[in-house]
């Protein structure tokens, strides 16, 4: 429904454009509706496309409108979690924020001296449960 409605605004947008540019402004405009002879005079032609500019701005305004309230409908947060995750290992450093969190730990290589990292006593966190 969004995606269609955003179709028909552009249309919408596309057509009101075309109305203006149309329109006879002081300078001349694009010269349209200068021949009074045509099939529809140049007072005809000015009603009309008065009117049609009316009514396409009127229809864009009120899709801007209902595409916002849709906008605004499906973007809604279901809930907001006030728990926090506190099972994180210690790795005797900061953590690595940019790792990837799927993706299995890289082993070190095997020549490598084992590092161990500093054991936490159990009272030093307040927060724990």
Do not use: Y
């Not at 249309?11 to 329109?23: D, F, N, S």
């Not at 049609?52 to 595409?67: D, R």
């Amino acid at each position: 429904m969004f995606i269609f409605l955003t179709v028909i605004q552009a249309l919408v947008a596309a057509a009101l454009v075309g109305v203006v540019l149309m329109q006879r402004s002081e300078g001349g405009g694009l010269g349209i509706g200068n021949n009074p002879s045509g099939g529809i005079g140049a007072r005809g032609a000015a009603d009309f496309l008065s009117r049609a500019t009316k009514w396409l701005a009127v229809t864009f305004v009120v899709l801007s409108i209902v595409l916002a309230a849709l906008a605004v409908r499906e973007s809604r947060v279901g809930g907001i979690s006030s728990t926090l995750d506190r099972n994180v290992e210690s790795t005797g450093g900061a953590p690595d924020l940019l790792a990837d969190p799927v993706a299995p730990p890289v082993a070190a290589p095997a020549d490598a001296p084992a590092q161990t990292a500093p054991a936490a006593p159990a009272g030093d966190d307040p927060l724990a449960e």
